[in-house]
């Protein structure tokens, strides 16, 4: 890219600044601006963050200059300012969820193909180069026919019910939690890297902390900071703190993913295992730079991040030599290199290698299944 595109950030929680810091390590990109949900905030939060513009969402959409929209607001807001975005004209980087509803998703993979905009939902997981490679070694052959797949993710950021966030209240975040919130990046990266497709779920959810403590301050995800008793009020809660979901694939054989939000000591860590009939490969995301590839009748195999010793593909995905760690903050920046290399030609390409409102509006179709099945307590037909 030889010209400077402009873009803007919508939200600042967590994830936004994650975005700015990815887009600041690629050349040709400029964060020009930033929106909250009024403009004082907007401007103490664009000051605070080196940003030279400040807007509320409505303003943004007004200025010309601005190519691509990042949304990273709580999820109730992403079909609206999506879809608001791309009647502007502009490039939409969502994060996930692309909808909290099934026929929202509908709607923006369709204005999407209308107007022939960019469009990318940020699962940003398929983008650690050791994904890329198990990707690439399974399409190589090397895995052989698949027998069956084994994923968790677990955090114990939600463990204590004083652990409170927007993501635990069903109207700005849906009507699922663990399984919407971090279960969709292991689905998600369980069809990337397999190539195969869910064809019917089966789940059983639990709430650990029937009731939580809201503070009734404001307080930050991931802080880590503690109120007074004074400080909180009693609220019930109705979404899942853990999942279990059996699986079923196109190519007739199984698998099962976990998820949960209340393993201690479990920050944040990604599980896959996926049993083929050549090997067996292993990657967590806590140790992202190394694969562990299991065999029968030779030694098992520990291979580590090394762009000499990885495929052509995955080595796109480094940036630093063997030996130099990369991890999630590098994943931001693969992607939207990626993005952004489709911005500058002006429109969605027809095969895009990152993922798209489509990817979107399928996690969001297995999510809802998911929730049908536990509803149901049966097996139901994606």
Not at 68 to 77: A, D, K, R, S
Not at 347 to 364: A, H, I, N, V, W
Request: charged share 25%; with cysteine; proline share 5%.
């Amino acid at each position: 890219m030889t010209k400077t595109i402009k873009a803007a950030i919508v939200g600042t929680g967590f994830i936004g600044p994650a975005h700015l810091e990815a887009l600041r390590r690629i050349p040709n990109i400029e964060v020009i601006a930033l929106c909250e949900v009024n403009q004082e905030l907007a401007e103490e939060k664009a000051k605070l963050l080196g940003i030279p513009q400040a807007f509320t969402f409505e303003e943004m959409l007004k200025q010309p200059e601005i190519e691509v929209v990042h949304i990273c607001t709580p999820n109730f807001l992403h079909f609206s300012q999506s879809k608001a975005a791309l009647e502007a004209g502009k490039h939409v980087v969502c994060e996930k969820p692309l909808a909290t509803k099934i026929d929202e998703a509908e709607e923006l993979v369709a204005l999407a193909k209308e107007k022939g905009l960019v469009n990318a939902v940020h699962f940003n997981l398929r983008y650690y180069p050791m994904v890329r490679q198990m990707k690439t070694m399974r399409e190589n052959g090397e895995l052989g026919e698949i027998y069956n797949i084994m994923g968790s993710y677990l955090q114990d950021w939600l463990y204590l019910n004083t652990d409170y966030n927007w993501r635990l209240e069903p109207d700005k975040s849906g009507d699922s939690r663990a399984i919407a919130d971090i279960g969709s990046h292991l689905l998600d990266l369980t069809e990337y890297v397999t190539g195969l497709k869910i064809t019917e779920v089966m789940a059983d959810f639990s709430t650990v902390h029937k009731t939580r403590l809201k503070p009734l301050k404001p307080i930050e995800t991931y802080s880590g900071k503690m109120l007074k008793e004074s400080d909180y009020a009693e609220v019930p809660i109705d979404t899942e703190d853990h999942a279990t979901v059996m699986l079923r694939f196109d190519n007739g054989n199984k698998g099962s993913v976990t998820v949960s939000q209340v393993n201690a000591g479990r920050k944040n860590r990604l599980n896959i295992e996926i049993a083929g009939s050549k090997s067996n490969f292993e990657w967590c995301s806590e140790r992202p730079n190394e694969m562990w590839i299991g065999k029968r009748e030779s030694p098992n195999q520990q291979l580590m991040k090394d762009p000499a010793l990885f495929t052509p593909e995955a080595a796109g995905l480094i940036s630093f030599p063997g030996g130099h760690n990369e991890g999630f903050p590098d994943t931001s920046k693969q992607m939207f290199k990626e993005v952004y290399a489709a911005v500058a030609k002006g429109k969605q390409p027809e095969q895009p290698s990152f993922p798209t409102f489509e990817d979107g509006y399928r996690e969001l179709l297995i999510c809802e299944r998911i929730i049908e099945s536990h509803k149901k307590q049966a097996w139901v037909k994606l």
